[in-house]
């Protein structure tokens, strides 16, 4: 089991920025792809960033709408996932979550079906 924590979310003027973290329980860490994804009021859970596990070589994958914008990284020694969130726009208002899976293949991490861990999400706003 693993369970994951969801901080840093806020309220954000265009154009400013937020960091979001994660801390996640369990001992197989290394091991696991983690993913941030997010979900707007009334539309659907979309992925936004993912950095594999040992397996996959920790490599990322982004969202075509947050690339150059957003930094997913992880810290293996304090089973930590973060996302840095620059040049935020009203767009990038919704709920934020933390997600975890292990054995997801590559074609399958922008894929919210393929992780088995949720954080309890987090709300990001931005507003003029």
């Known amino acids: 089991q693993v369970q994951l924590i969801e901080s840093g979310g806020g309220f954000v003027l265009p154009g400013g920025s937020l960091r979001l973290s994660c801390s996640a329980s369990?001992?197989?860490?290394?091991?696991?792809?983690l993913g941030w994804f997010r979900q707007a009021p009334g539309k659907e859970r979309e992925f936004v960033a993912a950095?594999?596990?040992?397996?996959?070589?920790?490599?990322?994958r982004y969202a075509n709408s947050v690339k150059e914008r957003f930094t997913i990284s992880r810290d293996n020694a304090k089973n930590t996932v973060s996302l840095v969130m620059n040049n935020l726009q009203p767009e990038d208002t919704a709920v934020y979550y933390c997600?975890?899976?292990?054995?997801?293949?590559?074609?399958?991490?922008?894929?919210?079906?393929?992780?088995?861990?949720w954080g309890q999400g987090t709300q990001v706003t931005v507003s003029s």
């Open positions: 997600s975890a899976g292990s054995g997801i293949i590559l074609s399958s991490v922008m894929s919210s079906s393929a992780y088995t861990y």
């Open positions: 369990g001992s197989t860490f290394r091991s696991l792809t």
């Open positions: 950095v594999r596990g040992s397996h996959g070589g920790y490599t990322t």
